[in-house]
């Protein structure tokens, strides 16, 4: 058995909710001081942080072996990050639910999309789109309640005219996330695109990745149904690069750039409307893992909240996802700053220690 840890806190359990310090016991969290020593932990104390867009396994050319996906976890858990929804991944990770040492991992199985609309060997690609509601109901049995689709990319068939297009037809994507809701899993859906919006909004998607075409009246709708956002700042941020490699496909390359001219605006845009926005490093592929602090102080610069930024990246996640916080007899998955990050949010990139599970992982 580990020994006691005192948190000397504050600790944070929520919006307004605080503790003036608590205890880890038996791996556990408890607010009773426990009889004998306890090992002193000091520091604003929040619960584990929250990477909803994230990749574990994979790679720039898809799957990686296991021993590269570890480190990608351990990269996670050393910024804090203690819970990641995976966000598609052509690796079967479940190895990782063994691993008390490792974060913990809500998967939403593979991406799906179509032959040449998405990045190559990142997703099970569909022969046809009317596949699309057998294959959510697939992996929605394979993930942990989640299903990852690709809504829309470009299409390259179109030859100079080559822009965004959606992937799916209006009525096997109502289809496909009635399959999915079914089989008991939540549906997101990646997205850049203006055009693609409407039909998943309709259709009921639960989350949203990106969202960087949403204009004035779907951002109303989006903050009306309540969908959060993943605003995946660092990606955005690559945006005109991505359009700069782009030139045989000038419109395409027209849009990403305006896009990545308006990635501030548009993220103040739905924040202000009511539109939750979550944190999501998009890490793997091309964007390295741990990155979690950067993605927050991208948010802070773009113009939001310090404290919205910072609760986003911890319980009020937590809570949306259904996963504990540090309430009484909770697991002690938590992470301890040497400064209140949600007076600066450059704290969350140097945490005192890192506890996963009642034991500490990692520490200054």
Request: include cysteine; charge should be negative.
């Amino acid at each position: 058995m580990a020994d006691v840890l005192h948190l000397r806190g504050p600790v944070v359990l929520g919006d307004g909710l605080e503790a003036p310090e608590a205890w880890v016991l038996g791996g556990r969290i408890t607010y009773e001081r426990p009889s004998g020593p306890a090992v002193d932990l000091p520091g604003w104390v929040l619960p584990g942080l929250v990477d909803v867009h994230c990749h574990i396994g994979l790679g720039a050319n898809g799957a990686v072996d296991r021993e590269t996906a570890e480190v990608q976890a351990v990269s996670d858990r050393d910024s804090g990050v203690l819970l990641i929804r995976d966000a598609g991944s052509p690796a079967d990770t479940r190895w990782v639910d063994a691993r008390h040492d490792l974060p913990r991992l809500i998967r939403a199985g593979h991406h799906l999309a179509l032959p040449k609309r998405y990045l190559r060997h990142y997703a099970r690609e569909l022969s046809s789109p009317d596949e699309l509601p057998t294959a959510m109901a697939q992996e929605a049995a394979r993930g942990d309640g989640w299903v990852k689709i690709v809504a829309d990319w470009i299409d390259r068939d179109l030859g100079p005219e080559g822009d965004l297009r959606p992937l799916w037809p209006d009525d096997v994507l109502t289809a496909g996330i009635a399959a999915a809701h079914a089989a008991g899993a939540r549906v997101t859906a990646h997205t850049f695109a203006t055009e693609a919006l409407d039909p998943l909004l309709d259709a009921g998607v639960d989350c949203l990745e990106h969202a960087t075409g949403a204009d004035a009246g779907q951002i109303d709708r989006i903050a009306a149904a309540g969908i959060p956002v993943t605003a995946t700042l660092l990606q955005v941020e690559r945006f005109a690069a991505i359009a700069d490699q782009a030139d045989r496909y000038p419109v395409y390359a027209a849009r990403m750039r305006a896009m990545h001219a308006r990635r501030h605006a548009q993220v103040r845009d739905l924040h202000d409307a009511g539109v939750p926005i979550l944190l999501g490093t998009d890490a793997g592929g091309t964007i390295g893992h741990g990155r979690i602090a950067d993605e927050a102080a991208a948010l802070v610069e773009a113009g939001l909240p310090t404290a919205d930024v910072v609760a986003a990246a911890s319980w009020r996640t937590r809570e949306w996802l259904g996963a504990d916080g540090l309430d009484e007899g909770a697991p002690a998955d938590l992470v301890a700053y040497p400064a209140d990050p949600r007076q600066d949010v450059r704290v969350l990139a140097a945490p005192e220690a890192v506890v996963l599970r009642g034991e500490v992982v990692a520490a200054r």
